[in-house]
Nanobody, 127 residues
Framework: QVQLVESGGALVQPGGSLRLSCVAS????????IGWFRQAPGKEREGVSC????????YYSDSVLGRFTISRDNAKNTVYLQMNNLKPEDTAVYYC????????????????????WGQGTQVTVSS
């Protein structure tokens, strides 16, 4: 059974940090492009960061560039999203998604281009 499971979401104060994890089962992440998306109440799902398989090329949205870092550990079949200097506007449900690497995926690749999705993890940034 193909599955992605996110974890690490929590309530954190502004300026704090969190590390989200996305663990795959039923398939090997080595050959997949992985994206992190988020969706806040009343807003559309937006791409936050993504990582390829070729030398682990990475992409970030302008809103998180310099604060978030995406990485992958293929041995653990896991992708991480380190989030630093969190802001209230980062509050959302965060999802990871996977698609077979084509060499064409970027931060602008639409969500419907991804094949597998996790159930999401809630991140709340509030004092």
């Amino acid at each position: 059974q193909v599955q992605l499971v996110e974890s690490g979401g929590a309530l954190v104060q502004p300026g704090g940090s969190l590390r989200l994890s996305c663990v795959a089962s039923g398939f090997t992440l080595d050959y997949y492009f992985i994206g992190w998306f988020r969706q806040a109440p009343g807003k559309e799902r937006e791409g936050v960061s993504c990582i390829g398989t070729n030398h682990g090329r990475t992409y970030y949205s302008d809103s998180v560039l310099g604060r978030f870092t995406i990485s992958r550990d293929n041995a653990k079949n896991t992708v991480y999203l380190q989030m630093n200097n969190l802001k209230p506007e980062d509050t959302a449900v965060y999802y990871c998604a996977a698609a077979p690497e084509s060499g064409l995926f970027t931060i602008g690749t639409p969500a419907d281009e991804y094949d597998y999705w996790g159930q999401g993890t809630q991140v709340t940034v509030s004092s």
